[in-house]
């Protein structure tokens, strides 16, 4: 049996070079007497080429994104949390549609007229040839909807991922988070609080306390999406209203599906959260309430009566009490009755003097009669709401109302028409003419003419546009009242409170940036300063993904050119031994 020597293999070398082709060193020293050519370079369109990867690059990190939001308080934060996120990791958030390679879609559950908008933007997107991501509670109650397929979708408890669902998205790829999170098999209120974030307005902070709700209302979509009731800790939403008056925020919103339940799953309860709270409040400064059930603040009534007389939290509440009928409020699985309702409004009444009281009411819930309707009218006109919320009803798939026995369409109509004529009979504000009032400045007005601020009780107060009074607590002359505002003059030998302990943050830019997000960035945090805001250069972050990638690329051609000159070598030694 032969033995596999160098003979046997030098045979099959020399059939594929044979004795007149030129050896290795013969084309070596060939080489010197070639004259390279030097080819000329246009240097600008190669550093425009090296800045801006091509439209269609799946590069993560380098794409723009229109963030577009419906809904809720809750949802406004989940939106500004995901934004941040992005933003930190280097995507550009643009707020030009056409001109974003991908579509963050976050959605509203509550009425069909907003899944509506939301199912078009995703047709539109589509149409355009978009990239898309949906978020928000449609995809999360019911993930398996036809216009959803093939489609990536991110969870409402699982936004501290969205950077990976994007990234996973841009490559072509569909992507589904929607689970929920646990420690030790408990069920915790959502995403960390110390995210990155881009607020909408960089004066107003929303912190979402809790999220989920105990009860189980027959219309409400929005349980399926957000579940049972979970809260944060309070040191955790103390440690955020620090850290937010520390960027420069000077109103403070909490929200949740139902403030009035905070704490019950963890052993606490809202008026401990409140009184906390309202210690790292600064002069100037205000907080607002969100949302509570009558249920659960009956609890609390002496306690919240209280906390609404403080300077520093504005004397309004929102209560919703649906209907004033009983019957349709047993149908719709309230918990209480409409005694439980008056018995905190007129206690709230008495104790907060002028508070605001804003309430929420369906029109044509199933089975609601003309004398259901009627008593819903008289609590109306007793009460004269200067905040009222009229809702027609919506069936939304999958909860008990659907299948009930629906009133027509035209009886809800006209219901809602009817409701929404005796709010506008009559004038809320009309006798705080004259009034002197201190009001916090923190908005433009819709039309741009004026600035908005809200009083005492988070009534709205327009007044001029100087700009030296935005974020300031200002002290003015009612001069002219409106149904949803009044209009006051600034008093000119008033003090202007500067309620924020910084210079708040610039719109667009990213706070609540932590050491972990920066490691998880590459920051080198010897080089950055300990503060709690980062800004990242778009152009920086996307040279750096391209310079990373580059070098991944080098090294990869490196070590094939070093395996190949390997064998390369091994081949010549057998040849010439």
Request: proline residues 6%; glycine residues 6%; neutral net charge.
């Amino acid at each position: 049996m032969p033995s596999a020597s160098c003979d046997i293999l030098l045979e099959d070398i020399e059939d594929i070079v044979s004795q007149g082709d030129l050896k290795p060193q013969d084309r070596h020293s060939a080489r010197k007497h070639v004259v390279p050519k030097a080819r000329k370079r246009n240097t600008q369109k190669y550093l425009q080429e090296e800045n801006s990867p091509p439209s269609d690059s799946t590069i993560p990190g380098i794409q723009k994104i229109w963030l577009r939001t419906w809904g809720c308080s809750h949802n406004n934060s989940d939106g500004e949390y995901m934004a941040g996120q992005l933003a930190a990791y280097g995507y550009e958030i643009t707020e030009n549609a056409s001109d974003a390679d991908l579509w963050l879609l976050n959605s509203c559950t509550v009425k069909n007229p907003a899944e509506d908008h939301f199912r078009n933007s995703i047709k539109k997107a589509q149409e355009e040839n978009k990239k898309i991501v949906l978020a928000g509670c449609v995809p999360q109650a019911q993930p398996r909807q036809d216009y959803l397929k093939g489609l990536s979708i991110i969870g409402v408890q699982q936004i501290d991922r969205v950077v990976e669902v994007v990234e996973e998205t841009i490559k072509g790829h569909s992507v589904r988070l929607l689970g929920q999170k646990k420690d030790n098999g408990k069920r915790l209120g959502g995403a960390r609080l110390d995210l990155p974030k881009i607020r909408k307005n960089p004066l107003i902070e929303i912190i979402s306390i809790n999220t989920g709700c105990l009860n189980a209302c027959t219309y409400c979509k929005t349980k399926h999406a957000r579940g049972n009731l979970a809260s944060y800790p309070i040191e955790e939403l103390v440690e955020r209203a620090k850290q937010s008056f520390q960027e420069g925020v000077c109103e403070i919103w909490l929200t949740s599906e139902d403030t009035g339940a905070y704490g019950r799953d963890i052993g606490t309860n809202l008026p401990a959260l409140l009184w906390k709270l309202v210690e790292v409040i600064p002069e100037g400064a205000m907080l607002r309430l969100g949302m509570t059930n009558p249920p659960y603040i009956l609890e609390h009534l002496e306690e919240m009566a209280k906390i609404l007389n403080h300077p520093r939290v504005y004397a309004f509440l929102h209560i919703p009490v649906q209907s004033a009928s009983d019957t349709v409020l047993m149908e719709m699985k309230r918990e209480y009755c409409v005694a439980d309702f008056k018995r905190v409004v007129d206690f709230l009444k008495e104790k907060v003097p002028g508070i605001t009281l804003a309430t929420d009411i369906i029109c044509g819930f199933p089975g609601e009669t003309d004398q259901d309707f009627q008593e819903t009218v008289k609590l109306v006109e007793e009460y004269r709401f200067p905040s009222l919320f009229i809702n027609q009803f919506y069936p939304r798939p999958g909860t008990p109302a659907a299948k009930m026995a629906q009133v027509p369409a035209q009886v809800k109509k006209q219901r809602t028409k009817d409701l929404s004529r005796v709010f506008h009979s009559y004038s809320p504000y009309d006798h705080k003419i004259g009034e002197r009032q201190q009001v916090l400045v923190t908005e433009e007005s819709f039309d741009s003419k004026f600035y908005v601020a809200h009083n005492r009780f988070y009534e709205q107060v327009l007044v001029p546009k100087n700009p030296t009074f935005m974020g300031k607590m200002i002290e003015v002359d009612i001069y002219e009242s409106g149904k949803h505002f009044m209009k006051g003059q600034p008093v000119s030998d008033a003090k202007v409170y500067t309620p924020s302990i910084s210079k708040p943050l610039a719109k667009g830019q990213v706070s609540g940036l932590t050491e972990d997000f920066r490691k998880r960035l590459g920051t080198d945090l010897s080089s950055v300063p300990h503060t709690s805001t980062v800004r990242r250069d778009p152009g920086s972050s996307r040279m750096t993904l391209r310079l990373e990638k580059l070098r991944g690329d080098c090294a990869l051609g490196v070590s094939v050119g070093l395996a190949l000159l390997a064998l390369l070598l091994a081949l010549l030694v057998k040849v010439y031994n």
